[in-house]
């Protein structure tokens, strides 16, 4: 590891004018390639202390044993040059798309004498006319086919032209219209010629104008009595409709545009491109990074922007180009983009009407593209395997934690505070043993403290089972095995067991109903295997609580890491400073991808009390009154209203209510105000509360 220091120019000795800068490490390699509008501030960013860096940033200044720059005239000048080197020298620290599969694409090879339309994959040849790139072959191949009728070009390989050309007979295609056979003479190259660019120019969007060239030549053959002929354009015409009728209108003022959507995480990000020409999707195309760089959404957009125009040239490039952020500053890259082109790019986000409804449509496929690639990361058993090695490697334990749980605190401004526990084994999310927390030891916002109180919880209950048992169960699913947990496992927006009501019991789990499978005697089965590793979303307050909660139980076997979400640094118990993982490792990616479930997790519970609370009403207050004795209640009443001014012995003719819970409800009705009556903005009628009664009995109730 080189101190930056060691190699720092002199102030003086870094120009101000714009440029391009290469750090090169101790072997030459060039292992990181940017470009600056003043070269002096930027290059002077990178050596100050490194606390100050991000964590990838400092990474790649103490990984470099030099740097070294370019001078350059302009912004432009500086964004084509970094582009350059960026594919010449591929930058380890520099970000660089890769296709997550192989797009093909339609291709018109006009450098040849007789041009060919073929399907093509990989690098793009000089000469050669592009369209898409599409999601499919096959969709290529019957686009294709329909338009050879009326664009008759060749198709075959060099291979079938040359034979079919010295034995003087056409191929299959020639002999059903489908081939206008250049190779025996047919036609002449310069004919061919023309119907190649006939047809690059129908693919690139100019329709309008030859279906109505075609239509008029129908009419003027119907005119003529020449029906066949007729006959014939007519159904040239239906194929050229059905052909475009493949790709749907999604922009209706004919537009030429490209959309670009990003979506991301702290170590990784997809990409994904819609190109529409004519108003219609006519290719889509997709890529996934490791953030190797210190890079914000713009800076993404723009590095995808410089690899999907580096090559190209004329309407390759659109006239317009939509993007979720825009680089800044914007004017280099726009001059850069029109400098291609030959004429003016419009580089924008997208604000209202179909062009944001479709940038919302390519976004939701980005963060699909994303979670296809993390699932297929996740799913493979060697990545697992090495994953759960490293972090026992860079946590100093002893084996691979098989089990990991994960707890989160979640709350709303110090309200509702609840917490998460998240189980992953061999892994793998164990969706079934997920558990849910209410902070019950205090009021207000204190996530570390709630922290210690909930892995004291967790552990106490631990303790308990093992001392009820004396041996590890294999199977742990049924009721929350936390204290204070509630709910059925691994279902955020449900409390009980379904189909049946369940009353809170004093440790804050749902009683009154088996929650799962039970043991031999019928008692639900307990949550007591323990984890070799207890992962905590936050920094070294929150792992010296967990930490903590561990020794006051005298729990000494389980070792305790923190995930610190801003710069993905993982902390350990007594350690002043953090483990940096490096930041291609499989086992900060299981680290994160542990956290975030967990973070998920404890957003939807805390969610759903929220909504809950605020559907509450004077009922949902009274001790041991379930949803279904409610109900029963506002069916005799009718109302909340009238509930509140019945007696005792008249609340007590409801069935399944006894004298003891008729006296709670009185007495809980009499305690709470009645609210304002309801209001119908429409009409300024006041709407009675028998209504609001019946309403209640669906959802919540009204006082």
């Not at 709910?487 to 379904?498: E, F, N, Q, V």
Request: one cysteine or more; glycine letters at 8%; aromatic letters at 6%.
């Amino acid at each position: 590891m080189a101190d930056p220091s060691s190699y720092r120019p002199k102030p003086g000795q870094i120009p101000e004018s714009p440029g391009v800068y290469k750090f090169r490490d101790e072997h030459g390699r060039v292992i990181y390639v940017g470009k600056a509008k003043s070269l002096r501030q930027r290059l002077s960013s990178y050596f100050q202390d490194l606390a100050n860096l991000h964590p990838r940033t400092r990474t790649m200044v103490t990984t470099a044993a030099g740097v070294e720059w370019t001078v350059v005239s302009t912004e432009v000048e500086a964004l084509q040059l970094e582009y350059s080197w960026i594919k010449e020298f591929d930058p380890r620290f520099n970000v660089k798309y890769r296709d997550d599969k192989s797009y093909p694409s339609l291709a018109v090879t006009l450098n040849e004498e007789f041009p060919r339309v073929q399907v093509m994959r990989g690098a793009k040849k000089k000469g050669v006319r592009y369209f898409g790139p599409y999601a499919h072959a096959w969709a290529i191949r019957e686009t294709v086919d329909l338009m050879l009728r009326v664009f008759p070009v060749r198709t075959c390989s060099a291979g079938v032209f040359k034979r079919s050309a010295q034995i003087g007979r056409p191929c299959l295609l020639g002999y059903i219209g489908k081939c206008s056979a250049p190779c025996v003479g047919r036609v002449t190259a310069e004919e061919h010629r023309e119907l190649a660019e006939e047809f690059c120019d129908f693919m690139a969007g100019r329709t309008g104008t030859y279906l109505r060239r075609l239509e008029q030549r129908m009419h003027e053959a119907a005119e003529e009595m020449e029906y066949e002929r007729a006959a014939r354009l007519r159904d040239d015409i239906g194929a050229l409709k059905r052909a475009m009728e493949k790709n749907a209108v999604v922009l209706a003022d004919a537009t030429d545009a490209d959309l670009i959507a990003v979506a991301e995480d702290e170590l990784e990000a997809a990409v994904q491109i819609f190109h529409v020409r004519g108003g219609r999707v006519r290719g889509q195309r997709g890529w996934v990074t490791d953030k190797v760089e210190a890079v914000d959404t713009a800076g993404l957009v723009e590095h995808a922007l410089q690899q999907l125009y580096g090559e190209e040239r004329g309407d390759a490039v659109p006239k317009e180009v939509l993007v979720p952020a825009v680089p800044d500053p914007a004017e280099p890259v726009t001059q850069w983009l029109a400098d291609r082109r030959g004429s003016r790019v419009d580089l924008r986000i997208p604000q209202r009407g179909d062009k944001k409804d479709l940038m919302e449509t390519v976004q939701r496929n980005a963060q699909q593209a994303l979670a296809l690639h993390k699932t297929k990361r996740a799913s493979d058993l060697t990545t697992r395997s090495r994953a759960l090695e490293e972090i026992a490697e860079a946590l100093g334990l002893d084996s691979a934690p098989l089990r990991v749980e994960c707890f989160d605190i979640s709350h709303l401004q110090g309200d509702d505070v609840v917490a998460s526990m998240v189980v992953f084994e061999d892994g793998l999310p164990r969706k079934s043993e997920y558990r849910r927390f209410q902070i019950k030891s205090f009021a207000g916002q204190d996530d570390v403290r709630s922290m210690h109180e909930v892995v004291s919880r967790r552990f106490r209950r631990y303790l308990q089972e093992k001392q009820k048992t004396g041996e590890w169960e294999e199977e742990t699913i049924g009721t929350p095995g936390a204290t204070g947990a509630t709910g059925t496992p691994g279902a955020p927006d449900t409390t009980g067991t379904p189909g049946a009501p369940g009353v809170p019991g004093p440790d804050g789990q749902s009683v009154g109903g088996p929650a799962g499978p039970v043991d031999e005697e019928g008692r639900p089965k307990r949550f007591a295997y323990p984890p070799q590793l207890v992962v905590v979303d936050g920094g070294k307050p929150q792992v010296a609580a967990a930490k903590r909660a561990l020794e006051e139980l005298g729990v000494d076997d389980v070792a305790v890491c923190g995930l610190a979400k801003r710069l993905e640094e993982v902390w350990l118990p007594d350690e002043d400073d953090p483990v940096v993982l490096p930041r291609s490792s499989e086992g900060l990616y299981l680290l994160q991808r542990v956290r975030d479930e967990a973070h998920r997790f404890a957003i939807s519970y805390q969610r759903s009390k929220r909504a809950k609370s605020m559907k509450a009403g004077p009922l949902d207050t009274v001790p041991g009154l379930g949803d279904s004795r409610k109900q029963a209640l506002l069916k005799h009443f009718g109302s909340v209203k009238r509930l509140r001014a019945a007696t005792v012995e008249q609340i007590c003719e409801v069935p399944g209510v006894g004298r003891k819970t008729a006296e709670t409800v009185a007495a809980a009705l009499a305690g709470s105000a009645p609210a304002a009556p309801a209001v119908n903005t429409a009409t300024g009628e006041i709407i009675e509360d028998e209504a609001a009664g019946a309403a209640s009995s669906n959802g919540g109730t009204r006082p």
